[in-house]
């Protein structure tokens, strides 16, 4: 069964961030396009897997991301124009939700937005103010530290136990323009890689203690002034980059402890629209603690789908065209696989790969879904794999 959606309002797919391998945003587009919805897309060039699939309409070449309120606007607005009609945008990284949320005013003239304060993605997005929220909830978080000089780094590793875990404040900040984040095994090699780092770099990053345990995550779309949650749950099975990367295998499983915690935050700060929130359960304590959020789609979201057909993409355009998002439970045991992640994290496997006391507990799936490769569109996984191997080719021969 599949919900019914309304084709006079088309979805545009929003993309801030440089990768041109995205799965996340070629889901979006079949998720959405299978159901008859119109797809326009905001691509890097015009031989990008998305760029290729049968369910896009138009596709819109942004050579750079226009990085100020005037410039985004007016570049929203040309799309619009294109367009015709109001449509449902779907940010697809937290620089693009961020935008589109400070902007809200001025682009819900030609979109169809969910009613979120201005200023809550950022929040959510930044991990030291994220972090912050989380302290006054009363959320459980890893223990971190935002430092401000040497000092704080010195203090920090005197308590903590390695490896270590460090992130930039902001997805879109990349430190030394190469990671957001990055596993740190000895005080040593902290000590070493935060004097490397220049006085703006260093102003951007927050240290955590690594969690042992199970990897948790939690999607959802949600409107507060409407009073709609909902909530799916499921586990990473495995990750790519091994110890601190995206999902390449991921498991649906009802988790009710962790829905109602999601709810909890969510709720705490009205919070509206799509999130993905990382959570690990840590084993020595057993609680719950808050990794990370993001405030819009993850790449993974297909891992989730009620009994009626919904995922949270489904959910916002149902939500954002006026129709209901009807009550039904999530499908357990649906298995993610992301062909690329996958390959990749088996060449590099890690014993910190899957937590140990996690290994082997997860049930056997009942459905499974490709991220990549679908028969009724297929040219995407065929540039994928092109422009995975073109990548490949060019960093062996630059190291070489």
């Not at 309120?69 to 620089?95: Q, T």
């Not at 912050?132 to 000089?149: E, N, Q």
């Not at 006391?357 to 569109?377: F, H, I, V």
Request: aromatic residues 10%; hydrophobic residues 45%.
């Amino acid at each position: 069964m599949l919900p019914s959606l309304d084709t006079a309002y088309p979805a545009l797919i929003l993309k801030a961030s440089r990768h041109v391998i995205n799965h996340g945003a070629l889901a979006v587009a079949r998720t959405l396009g299978v159901l008859g919805v119109p797809i326009y897309a905001i691509v890097e060039d015009g031989f990008t897997p998305l760029a290729k699939s049968r369910y896009v309409t138009k596709s819109f070449v942004w050579d750079v991301w226009p990085n100020d309120p005037e410039s985004f606007v007016k570049a929203m607005s040309a799309i619009a124009s294109v367009i015709g009609r109001p449509a449902i945008v779907i940010p697809m990284d937290d620089l693009s939700a961020v935008f589109v949320a400070e902007n809200a005013a001025s682009l819900a003239r030609w979109f169809r937005l969910p009613p979120v304060a201005p200023s809550l993605p950022r929040q959510l997005a930044n991990k030291a103010s994220f972090l912050d929220l989380c302290a006054k909830i009363g959320m459980s978080v890893p223990r971190t530290v935002v430092p401000d000089s040497i000092d704080d780094i010195v203090a920090f590793a005197a308590d903590a136990e390695f490896p270590v875990v460090m992130k930039a404040t902001e997805q879109w900040l990349l430190l030394n323009d190469r990671f957001n984040v990055k596993m740190i095994q000895t005080p040593d090699e902290l000590f070493k890689l935060y004097e490397r780092f220049g006085h703006d770099a260093r102003r951007r990053l927050v240290i955590q203690e690594y969690i042992p345990g199970c990897d948790w995550v939690s999607h959802g779309y949600y409107n507060s002034e409407k009073g709609v949650s909902l909530t799916f749950t499921g586990r990473k099975i495995r990750g790519y980059p091994p110890e601190a990367g995206s999902t390449a295998l991921g498991l649906s499983l009802g988790n009710e402890a962790l829905r109602l915690e999601a709810g909890r935050l969510l709720s705490a700060v009205a919070y509206s629209g799509i999130v993905d929130i990382d959570w690990r359960k840590d084993e020595r304590d057993g609680q719950y603690k808050v990794v990370d959020c993001n405030p819009r789609v993850g790449q993974n979201f297909r891992m989730f789908e009620s009994s009626v057909g919904i995922d949270v993409v489904r959910a916002q355009h149902l939500d954002m065209s006026g129709r209901p998002i009807v009550a039904a439970d999530m499908i357990e045991c649906r298995l993610l696989a992301v062909e690329s992640f996958y390959a990749m994290a088996l060449l590099r496997r890690s014993p910190r790969n899957a937590s140990k006391p996690c290994a082997g507990m997860d049930p056997p799936p009942k459905s499974k879904e490709l991220a990549w490769w679908s028969r009724g569109d297929p040219l995407p996984f065929f540039v994928m794999s092109l422009r995975l191997f073109i990548r490949v080719l060019r960093r062996a021969f630059r190291f070489s």
